[in-house]
């Protein structure tokens, strides 16, 4: 059974920078997709940037050129570098988990099943 624990949370400044780790725990087999998703308080939860098995990646388009995703297979490892950080980036951040192909074009919270507790990140201006 897979497991997600999220690190790397934390306050900062607007404009500076933060990377997420998201520890995988167990067999993820070879066919998968990995994402961040985000929760501010009274809002839905939003994809992020996932990325998928294959190296391909999808972002939001509020994040897109500020973050990015990446995978260290050998450590089980998935990174998000949060670049040029707005007060709006401030959420709870989830890492999850889903299987087959069709993750990353959705990008849905409904289409993933496996997701860790997820980690603060406050940005203040």
């Known amino acids: 059974q897979v497991q997600l624990v999220e690190s790397g949370g934390g306050s900062v400044q607007a404009g500076g920078s933060l990377r997420l780790s998201c520890k995988v725990f167990g067999y993820i087999g070879s066919t998968y997709c990995l994402a961040w998703f985000r929760q501010a308080p009274g809002k839905e939860r939003e994809g992020v940037a996932g990325?998928?098995?294959?190296?391909?990646?999808s972002y939001s388009d509020s994040v897109k050129g500020r973050f990015a995703i990446s995978q260290d297979n050998a450590k089980s490892l998935v990174y998000l570098q949060m670049n040029s950080l707005k007060p709006e980036d401030t959420a709870m951040y989830y890492c999850?988990?889903?299987?087959?192909?069709?993750?990353?074009?959705?990008?849905?919270?409904?289409?993933?099943?496996?997701w860790g507790r997820g980690t603060q990140v406050t940005v203040s201006s």
């Open positions: 990325i998928a098995s294959d190296g391909r990646t």
């Open positions: 999850a988990a889903t299987w087959g192909r069709s993750g990353i074009r959705t990008m849905s919270p409904l289409d993933f099943g496996v």
